[in-house]
């Protein structure tokens, strides 16, 4: 397995990809705190819708830190929830320990696995190409599968109503 990636040491990589994921963040707090009330008029807003933006709202309110920690796990809430925690006026050096720590510990999983990921599949491959045509096809299968029920279930919850007489 290389120490390096696109050139530079792995270390220095890891480094650059931690920074750039924390100033995405404080990006994202900044106009959430510039926008403030407007967020919900803004094109991005009314995309999202208003229900949607007040729950994320409301899980930044009751859990704050904790939730900008956690976010980072999560695709939609890695993006909305420094948006309203800049706009819900989150003290900023509670934010900033809660990305800095979830920035650090996310970005250094998903890099260093999916990296650790490839290179084994790589070396796998390289020792037999047959058994990683079957862990490749495997791997797909379950991903296939995985992406099926989940788009059952999301067909399954469309056609039932909420609490409130609404289709969710």
């Not at 959430?32 to 009330?37: K, N, P, Q, S």
């Not at 979830?102 to 790589?122: D, E, F, K, N, Q």
């Not at 020792?127 to 599968?145: D, E, T, W, Y």
Request: net charge positive.
């Amino acid at each position: 397995m290389p120490d390096d990636l696109f050139g530079l040491p792995l270390w220095a990589a890891l480094a650059v990809a931690i920074l750039i994921i924390f100033v995405r963040g404080q990006a994202y707090y900044w106009i959430g705190r510039g926008l403030g009330a407007k967020i919900y008029t803004s094109r991005a807003g009314r995309r999202i819708g208003e229900r949607r933006l007040r729950r994320v709202e409301a899980l930044v309110a009751r859990r704050g830190a904790l939730a900008v920690f956690a976010a980072h796990w999560v695709a939609g809430l890695r993006h909305a929830i420094p948006i309203c925690a800049g706009g819900t006026r989150m003290p900023l050096p509670r934010y900033l320990i809660a990305s800095a720590l979830g920035s650090i510990l996310w970005t250094s999983m998903v890099m260093l696995g999916g990296y650790a990921l490839v290179w084994g599949w790589l070396e796998i491959a390289a020792r037999s190409p047959l058994i990683a045509a079957v862990v490749g096809v495997a791997v797909l299968g379950l991903l296939g599968a995985y992406l099926a029920y989940r788009r059952r279930g999301h067909a399954r919850s469309a056609e039932t109503p909420d609490k409130d007489g609404a289709h969710v």
